[in-house]
């Protein structure tokens, strides 16, 4: 029985994306090379890895069983080349994703991303956002090694916690005025998020505390940097973090209002997977993400 490290690697692209094809951009591979790859660790385990359905390969109980035994061993082989470099921390090693909500990977996370990389060289750190649901359907099913939300996680297969807290702006083109009457709120045009964005939830949900309706969405974007864009060029007034507005609001792209006396804030959550919560692993590399210089 002999396989290698590049066909686990393979076939962890593969687990992760669903796809031969999906998985041999990912890895800059040819199609042939990664089919081969799981037919190759297939035989030499003795097992069926991926079962077709439609364009999607599902993965057999045997290929999630690998997928859970093989991290370990993958990480330690990875973090080979680094320890002989001198880099001692083989715990943070090898390939990690962590998703996040589009406010969050844009705004918050970047410059944390850059220090773990920088401290942690053995480290191959990849991003993927998408909106509230998207990233807690990619945590819960193991795409993604653990993720930040904007919106609450109404899952029972997701450990959440609370991470920091955002401020919500309104805001609207240059000579908006600087406060909105709750009455006219429906005369506005609105450019919003999609359902799922864990921004539109919470506005929404403050204006329905507050025994106002939604507005009617005039425009829908699925990206923070994209509304704002819109806004400053007439389309409309949007709720957005206050990350997002810092810049244009400095430059006079565009102006904050407010609604009434409303305040719109919102928590933040860090999301595990159930099964991975005690993870000594995931814990220390949460916390290097948090505090970048803690296992220099």
Known sequence: MRFTLRQLDIFA???????????????????????????????????????????????????????????????????????LHGHTDSALAGPVHIAASSTVARYLLPERLAALSAHHPALTVRQSSGNTSDVAERVAAGEADFGFIEGPAERDDLVVTRWQTDRLVLIGPPGTPPTLRPAGLHAERWVMRERGSGTRRVFEQRLALSGLTAPRADLLLDDPGAQVRSVAAGAGLACVSQAAAQEPVATGDVCITRLGDLVFERPLWRIVAEDRAHDAWLGRMIEALERPAAFN
């Open 13 to 83: 692209a593969v687990l992760a994306t669903g796809q031969i094809r999906a998985a041999a951009e990912r890895l800059h591979l040819s199609q042939t090379a990664v089919s081969q790859a799981i037919q190759e660790l297939a035989a030499a385990l003795d097992v069926v890895l991926f079962e077709r359905r439609g364009r999607a390969l599902v993965p057999t109980p045997a290929a999630r069983r690998l997928a859970d035994l093989s991290q370990e061993p993958q990480r330690a082989l990875h973090a080979l080349p680094g320890q």
